[in-house]
């Protein structure tokens, strides 16, 4: 039989990344997968060695452009444990703030970007559309619309005053009813179905044993969600692990989809909540010590790893993001699909490469 | 005459290559946002054509490394002339953070001639359109050239 | 804090593990820390229920290391990654990148061991040109 | 008469790159529109075009400069016999040879983004060259003739008589028109899974012959639905401007199929509509 | 006039029969020559005599029909002896039958003998005549060189050659007689001996497949045969006449019963290789490409539609008419669909022969003045082109050692000039202005008023667009290499290949003329010229076809596109696009583990909805159910 | 199917949400983080923001008083301005634009001849 060879990436329209996926086509259909990487690898892990522990948190910032926010969280909890900082509740309640911000605004993209794999260009505007307010808001409160840079370890750099908090929460309103109309769009539009239903399509067993995390395992009906270990200020706040069971692409859009108002809640509760106090505490001494740190991303747990010798240089950072957790999916989701699909089942791991090489 | 029209044509539309040559997504966010609704580039006739073979401009994001730049410079080959190089961020410009890291060549312009340099982490998308209109000024002059 | 973990070693590892999957573990990753000139540690961490559970295992950097990948197929990227950066070999992987996931031709070299030389800043400042 | 025809062969080769680009400009407005952005100038397809034109002349396979060249040559010549009232079918063979060019001179080159997108365009022609030739026999079979002047002699509508066959005919004037869910082997937006598909290794002039090329099939397939009220110009212009607007809004309302469901939905759609027009045509 | 008739029937055999005793190469190529060259000149002065008929003299008191009585057990005999060789009973029983049918009828129902005109040519047989000899002496001369390479090849013991020559030109003169003839009985022989030829070269090659093949086209063949015979003792019945002419101007129903002309039809079925009968026709691609050329596309398969059309005026009227049309458009779509899933390119010209064929018959029978001009020109282009089609995948498969399609990738820049014939080839099938086209055009138009027919060929008709244009894309998918040099090929290769290819241009610019000359006196009975011509414009009440114009235009166009090619040799060549990993080495780029990986384009063969396999089976059962609807109807 | 269709009708019935960016400037966020500025007239040259630098695109010479940045490699995470002693430096709220040459910022202060409290060295990397 006649086969094809494509090389899909590095530079391909529809990944935004340069990744590579070696595809093997047999009329539009593929057999096989191979994917490369390499091509966002900077090697920033190693940059730990010549940058001290305060600097590194602008490093890991930079590891990913879109949830920056939660990787430095992730990173300055793990120093703040291993240093025995408590951190002040605002403080707290103002992570879960921003880090709910960056959930909603990564969501949004992801599902313009999704819409734009199955070449639905009016609904990716749309969500784009949706997706400035956020960049407004993260960029009134923090100065930068992306890469807001809020942690320092031991706290916060930037406040909410009441006068932000009240057009925050009608700015969250205006895109709580934007997203909504959109509801019928992506949730039972004949042709969004279509190419998304019974797409990459994996059991509950197979998602668990590949390790994934983050909505691909929701999507497959496991309640696991890092925010349930109550860091920050989690603990205080209700909320449960959005769950869908059909484990294809369409699950998991639906279970982004409704992170999205989980996310709205979840900051509507918090600023309810959020006590007054101080930002940050002081950080004395040099770490020293061998620590993990998880914290749920919008693509799912990112996990940190961190030793460090009481030197000013950190001994060791590793970390294990989401993606590279979801990519052993991709190999087991595409043969048998069709080239046509491989843009919707790729994105539908929301992936996200520069993390996944750092 | 021609030549004026097409000098005119030109300005109006420059068809945009983005290539994300290993950036962090910041920039490549801010380009995508570009082309939404809110700034909306292609008032400005610019296209995202996403091939090389099609661009006028090409914007480049994020670092080089070792795997990459031969892709950087390949796609730079497959343009057509007159071409622009736009690069973005500070990774496109100098490596920024991330200079030192063993696996980074540095700037866009360690591999290729960059005509325009947009600072910015990242750069915000009112800075893209500045500069791909400084770049269309550049594409005049380059046009010009290539027919004299 | 890593307050507890297992140690192991090459020969048991793969068993091990496979006994941690019985029990309902899920794969998170594997972290690779350079101790001296010759060994480095090798961590395994799991998760059941929020709970990690991290196996510790202290190898020398030449004997190469059996690949838990045959048990969770995941492992393969991570030890790939391993593989590439600090020069270890694993055996038995599922699909082997032969130490070329991340680094092109021209650095072959294993970056993270501290005793290899990085690039000297003459290179890096010649455009376009291999730095090999 | 000869006067007459050669305004005509003057008109149909002016008309084509004229409206056709006119029209691709209020596309790229109204789409714009739709998605909340303002969108480029109206005249922004001319100046691409143009710009292509003075883009450096880059071949990957040379016979991509003669496929071009074919496929401007048939289409323009399908037009120009359409503004000659000349036989219908005769048309569309000829405006199938500018398709099967195209596809040719994407299989030169040796990408495979634009095999592919050959390919996919071979099946979107296997998808609507029949519909298109039911659509003729069914003109035919109501006026008796395949000639186009037949339709113009008609008192009334030919849209009352053939209702389906119109609703074939949008379904043909969207895949033609490469506009979702239909826009598989290229489109506008090359956000895609095949970056630009079959014109992936076009470019500079050589595109720009493609895309003035693509503009004579518009007017000749929008042509095609004007002929579906031919009793009064103004209900002619009112009819093409609401299929243009309803193009433009599938375009904007619903995702990207692949061609198997094309394929599958097209022919069962396409060729169960066009049969019922046919046989109430052929009963009466 | 006789003169000319005889040669072109009994030189042929002399030919055949010299290279069968002389076994020297270059004798034997300078008999073959001759004999074209002669046949070519012949058939060319015939233009002159048409129409006419007559019936010579008796010999030792024996008259034709007499005369061919004796080759014809003969030839019964052989076929049996065949049978019995191959233990195949499917070639035994109807062979037998056929015996003893034919004696039964020659000794105990025409023993007086009712005088009949043996030869009869009008405008029809004359075009078959060119078609025979002027197509069929062109592929013998290209079978010279192509068998002299074919044998350095495969080594055979001793030289088969003398024995292929004597079968080809054998064959050449079997044809001939074929269609000048108007005693149905010696057209009766002569159908029979083009079953023999066509088995002694199929099973040329002496392998197993090949073996096994010939005996398949010999059974099927034979049943054809054994219908034919049937038809023909069933007409005699009727109305006590073997005269063709006499046939075909009794309207069916009256006199004519149904079921004898719906026999001979199932024999015109079969020896065109009609569904569900066409496994022979597949089968028979393991010959000697010259052979596929010669007896599978051009000339013996056109055997089929040829009776078919000679005996549509019969016909006019009857429910078997549009049956036949119906038929026909359903083995044109089928034949293109199952082309579509073919990756072999002998294969791809088989189907695609089996389906237009299947158009003609079509055309055939809906029996109006339109679709018979459609049928004929479409059985001259048909055979013109498809011939040239045929030598050129023999030339490639013997440069290339393979038929396959993919393998023809890039052909372009190995052998320039005959990619570039092919994919001419290839547009000659699909293009208008182009012949082929232009009988197509006329067949749909001339199929408007029949819905099933026009809808079955309307998705036939873009199925064959779709794999042809997929060939020649194939053809010339390389990456621009620079200034081509000519490939090395024998002069009667290129000759031959040439002359065909100009000689469809030439032709189609010419239909004007050609259509003028159908209609003079000679075209068949009641037919009215359908169109009117002027300035080379073919127009009826409603259709028109701009032949001379379009035909300007298309060389203008040509011209314009070449003069472009010229301008894009001077640009820059550039790789194409590989998401920018491509390398400096052609279609190669960087993969994952820093491989070089070869980006490859396989044609998409959609073998899950158009494989053999799948397709096959339904429609054999479908044609099986059309055909027993023909048949059985006319009970 | 279409069900889009309400969406995409109230944004041809509304305004477009486009900024018309270069016609229409808006005014930038009060805090955004733009373009760092040293007021060298204050500068003590203290090196702290050299220090502090994540991307480490600020040198400084106190012996000849240079003040030098590579406005090419900041990241403008606002770092050195926060911790600035003196309270020299400080960003503006709008971003700096686009060049078509790379420049290095060099500012030239006085020499102070008062030895201010040294700091630790500059943590420079190997570069």
């Not at chain 4, 062969?9 to 209020?26: E, H, Q, S, T």
């Not at chain 4, 050589?206 to 009793?231: N, R």
């Amino acid at each position: 039989m006649t086969k094809t060879i494509i090389p899909f990436g590095p530079q391909h329209p529809v990944l935004p990344e340069p990744v590579h996926l070696q595809l093997t086509l047999q009329d539009e259909v593929i057999t096989e997968a191979i994917p490369a990487f390499g091509y966002v690898h900077r090697g920033l892990e190693k940059l730990a060695e010549i940058r001290d522990f305060q600097q590194m948190i602008y490093v890991v910032e930079r590891i990913c452009g879109i949830c920056s926010m939660i990787h430095a969280m992730c990173y300055c909890q793990g120093l703040e444990e291993m240093m025995g900082i408590d951190v002040p509740p605002r403080a707290r309640f103002l992570r879960v703030i921003w880090s709910e911000l960056h959930r909603i605004h990564s969501h949004l993209l992801w599902m313009g970007l999704f819409a734009d794999s199955f070449g639905f260009e009016s609904l990716f505007m749309q969500c784009w559309k949706i997706r400035e307010k956020i960049l407004d808001i993260d960029e009134a409160t923090t100065g930068n619309r992306v890469v807001i840079s809020v942690n320092v370890i031991g706290g916060v750099r930037k406040d909410l005053n009441a006068e932000q908090i009240h057009w925050i929460l009608s700015e969250l309103k205006d895109v709580e009813k934007e997203t909504l109309r959109l509801e019928t769009t992506i949730m039972t539009d004949y042709t969004v179905k279509k190419r998304t239903v019974g797409k990459g399509v994996l059991t509950r067993q197979q998602a668990y044993e590949l390790g994934l995390v983050g909505p691909v395992l929701r999507a497959s009906g496991i309640a696991q969600d890092s925010r349930m270990l109550g860091y920050a200020a989690f603990n205080e706040i209700d909320f449960a692990p959005v769950v869908e069971t059909d484990g294809d692409c369409y699950a998991r859009c639906k279970v982004r989809f409704r992170e999205i108002f989980q996310s709205i809640d979840l900051i509507r509760q918090a600023i309810a909540k959020m006590p007054d106090g101080e930002l940050a505490v002081k950080v004395k001494g040099r770490p020293e010590g061998e620590v993990v740190s998880r914290v749920e991303q919008p693509r799912g747990e990112v996990f940190y790893y961190i030793k460090a010798n009481g030197k000013k240089n950190l001994e060791r950072v590793r970390v294990r993001t989401p993606t590279f957790a979801n990519v052993p999916a991709l190999l087991a989701m595409l043969p048998g699909m069709w080239l046509s699909d491989v843009p919707v089942i790729v994105l539908s791991i929301d992936p996200c490469i520069s993390c996944t090489e750092r | 005459m021609f030549e004026k029209i097409l000098t005119k044509a030109r300005m109006l539309s420059p068809w945009v290559l983005h290539f994300d040559c290993g950036s962090c997504n910041g920039c490549d966010i801010e380009v995508l946002a570009c082309l939404t609704p809110v700034y909306d580039l292609e008032r400005f006739g610019i296209i995202n054509t996403g091939n090389p073979m099609h661009a006028d401009i090409f914007l480049v994001t994020g670092t080089v490394n070792h795997r990459n730049k031969q892709v950087l410079r390949n796609l730079y080959d497959q343009i057509p002339e007159p071409k622009v190089v736009v690069a973005l961020g500070a990774c496109g410009l100098t490596g920024g953070v991330f200079r030192e890291a063993y696996n980074v060549v540095g700037g866009v312009d360690k591999v290729i001639p960059v005509d325009v340099y947009v600072p910015g982490c990242p750069a915000k998308p009112e800075a893209i359109i500045d500069g791909v209109v400084l770049g269309l000024e550049k594409f005049r002059q380059k046009a010009s050239a290539m027919h004299s | 804090m890593i307050v507890s973990d297992i140690p192991v070693c090459p020969e048991n590892i793969v068993g091990e593990t496979a006994k941690i999957k019985v029990e309902g573990y899920r794969f998170v990753t594997l972290t690779c820390v350079e101790l001296d000139e010759t060994r480095v540690d090798v961590l395994y961490h799991f998760d059941r229920d929020y709970q990690m559970k991290h196996l510790r295992m202290t190898v020398l950097k030449d004997t190469p290391i059996p690949s838990i990948s045959p048990v969770y197929f995941a492992a393969f990227l991570v030890e790939n990654e391993i593989q590439d950066l600090f020069g270890i070999r694993f055996q038995g992987l599922a699909i082997d990148y032969d130490r070329t996931l991340y680094l092109a031709e021209d650095v072959k070299a294993a970056p993270f061991c501290k005793y290899v030389v990085l690039k000297t800043s003459a290179t890096l400042n010649t455009p376009g040109e291999n730095p090999s | 008469m000869t006067g007459h025809v050669l305004m005509m062969i003057v008109a149909g080769l002016v008309a084509g790159p004229l409206l056709g680009g006119l029209i691709a400009g209020f596309d790229r407005i109204l789409t714009a529109r739709f998605q909340s952005r303002i969108g480029p100038p109206l005249l922004q397809p001319f100046y691409d075009v143009i710009k292509l034109f003075g883009k450096e002349k880059q071949v990957v396979n040379v016979w991509q400069a003669f496929c071009a060249n074919a496929y401007l040559t048939a289409a323009s010549i399908s037009l120009v016999l359409f503004f000659l009232r000349s036989d219908l079918l005769l048309i569309l063979f000829i405006q199938a040879v500018g398709a099967v060019f195209l596809v040719v001179g994407a299989f030169s080159s040796t990408s495979p983004y634009s095999q592919a997108g050959a390919h996919r365009e071979l099946l979107q022609i296997l998808c609507y060259e029949p519909l298109l030739i039911f659509i003729a026999v069914g003109i035919y079979l109501h006026t008796g003739s395949f000639k186009i002047e037949a339709v113009y002699a008609l008192k009334q509508p030919l849209l009352l008589k053939l209702p389906f066959l119109f609703l074939v005919l949008n379904f043909v004037l969207t895949i033609k028109l490469r506009k979702s869910p239909f826009d598989l082997s290229t489109s506008h937006h090359a956000h895609q899974e095949l970056v630009k598909g079959l014109l992936t290794d076009y470019s500079g002039p050589i595109l720009a012959l493609t895309e003035i090329a693509h503009w004579y099939e518009t007017v000749l397939v929008l042509g095609f639905c004007s002929l579906f009220w031919t009793t009064n110009p103004l209900g002619a212009i009112l009819l093409v401007g609401i299929t243009y607007f309803v193009e433009i809004w599938i375009d904007n309302v619903s995702a990207r199929m692949n061609w198997r469901w094309m394929l599958g939905y097209g022919w069962a759609m396409g060729i169960t509509l066009s049969l019922v027009n046919l046989v109430w045509l052929y009963v009466r | 006039m006789q003169t000319i008739t005889f040669m072109l029937i009994l030189l042929p055999f002399l030919g055949a029969l010299s290279c069968y005793a002389i076994r020297s190469a270059p004798v034997r190529s300078f008999i073959v020559l001759s004999t074209g060259c002669i046949l070519i000149t012949c058939s060319l002065l015939l233009i002159s005599y048409v129409p006419f008929t007559f019936s010579p003299e008796t010999v030792f008191g024996l008259d034709v029909h007499g005369l061919i009585q004796i080759p014809d057990f003969i030839l019964m005999f052989a076929i049996l002896y065949y049978g019995i060789k191959h233990r195949s009973i499917l070639v035994i029983i109807p062979a037998a039958l056929q015996i003893i049918l034919v004696i039964w009828f020659e000794v105990f129902m025409i023993a007086d003998h009712p005088t009949t005109q043996a030869f009869y040519c009008d405008n029809l047989s004359l075009i078959m005549v060119l078609i025979i000899s002027i197509v069929g002496s062109i592929i013998c001369f290209q079978a010279i060189p192509y068998m002299k390479n074919h044998e350095e090849h495969l080594h055979p013991a001793t030289s088969r050659q003398p024995r292929f020559f004597f079968v080809m030109l054998f064959f050449l003169g079997v044809m001939n007689g074929l269609v000048l003839s108007n005693d149905m009985t010696v057209i009766h022989f002569f159908f029979e001996a083009t079953t023999l030829c066509s088995f002694l070269l199929i099973g040329h090659d002496g392998t197993e497949i090949a073996v096994r093949n010939s005996v398949r086209a010999l059974w099927m063949n034979s049943i054809g045969c054994l219908a034919f015979i049937v038809s023909l003792i069933m007409i005699y019945r009727n109305i006590g006449s073997i005269d063709m002419q006499q046939v075909i101007r009794t309207p069916a129903g009256a006199g004519l019963s149904f079921l004898s002309l719906s026999l001979l039809c199932f024999a015109c079925f079969v020896k065109s290789a009609q569904f569900p009968m066409q496994s022979w026709l597949v089968g028979a691609m393991v010959a000697p490409t010259p052979v596929s050329a010669l007896l599978h596309s051009s000339t013996m398969v056109k055997v089929g539609v040829y009776l078919a059309l000679r005996l549509a005026p019969a016909m006019q009227g009857s429910f078997l008419s549009p049956c036949i049309a119906i038929f026909g458009a359903f083995t044109f779509l089928a034949g293109a669909a199952l082309a579509l899933g073919q990756s072999n390119g002998k294969k791809v010209l088989a189907y695609s022969t089996i389906s237009n064929l299947g158009l003609i018959f079509a055309c055939a029978g809906l029996n109006t003045p339109e679709s018979m001009t459609a049928a004929v020109l479409l059985i001259i282009f048909h055979a013109v082109i498809k011939a040239m089609l045929f030598l050129c995948v023999g030339t490639i498969e013997q440069h290339i050692e393979s038929r396959d399609i993919e393998d023809m990738r890039g052909l372009y820049a190995k052998m320039p000039l005959t990619a570039l014939i092919t994919v001419m080839g290839v547009v000659m099938m699909i293009m208008p202005p182009f012949g082929l086209l232009l009988g197509k055009w006329m067949a749909m138009e001339a199929a408007a008023g029949n819905i099933f027919v026009i809808i079955l060929a309307a998705v036939g008709s873009a199925l064959t667009a779709m794999y042809w244009a997929r060939w020649a894309g194939t053809l010339m998918s390389d990456p621009f290499a620079g200034i081509f040099h000519l490939e090395k090929q024998p002069a009667l290769t290129w000759g031959a290949l040439l002359s065909l290819c100009t000689g469809a241009g030439i032709l189609s610019i010419a239909v004007p003329w050609i259509y003028r000359g159908l209609f003079t006196a000679a075209m068949n009975l009641n037919y009215a010229p359908p169109y009117s011509l002027k300035n080379g414009i073919l127009e009826n009440a409603y259709g028109v076809f701009a032949v001379l114009p379009l035909c300007l235009i298309a060389v203008l166009g040509f011209l314009q596109s070449i003069w472009a090619v010229r301008g894009a040799t001077q640009a820059r060549i550039c790789p194409p696009y590989l998401s920018g990993i491509h390398t400096a080495e052609p279609r190669v780029f960087l993969g994952p583990m820093n491989k070089l990986i070869k980006a490859e384009a396989g044609n998409y063969y959609l073998s899950n909805i158009f494989g053999e396999r799948k397709l096959t089976v339904w429609i054999n059962l479908a044609a099986g159910m059309l055909l027993t609807l023909i048949v059985g109807g006319a009970l | 199917m279409f069900t889009m269709t309400p969406t995409i009708m109230r944004n041809l019935l509304n305004p477009p949400a486009t900024r018309r960016y270069p016609t229409v400037v808006r005014p930038p966020f009060e805090n955004a983080r733009g373009e760092i500025v040293n007021d060298i007239q204050i500068c003590t040259f203290c090196g702290v923001c050299a220090v502090k630098c994540p991307s480490q695109c600020i040198t400084v010479d106190k012996k000849s008083a240079t003040w030098t940045c590579n406005p090419f490699a900041c990241v403008y995470c606002g770092v050195c301005a926060e911790s600035c002693l003196s309270g020299s430096l400080h960003q503006k709220n709008d971003y700096r634009k686009p060049v078509r040459e790379k420049t290095m910022i060099v500012l030239q202060g006085e020499i102070i001849k008062k030895e201010v409290k040294s700091h630790e060295p500059a943590d420079v990397p190997q570069e």
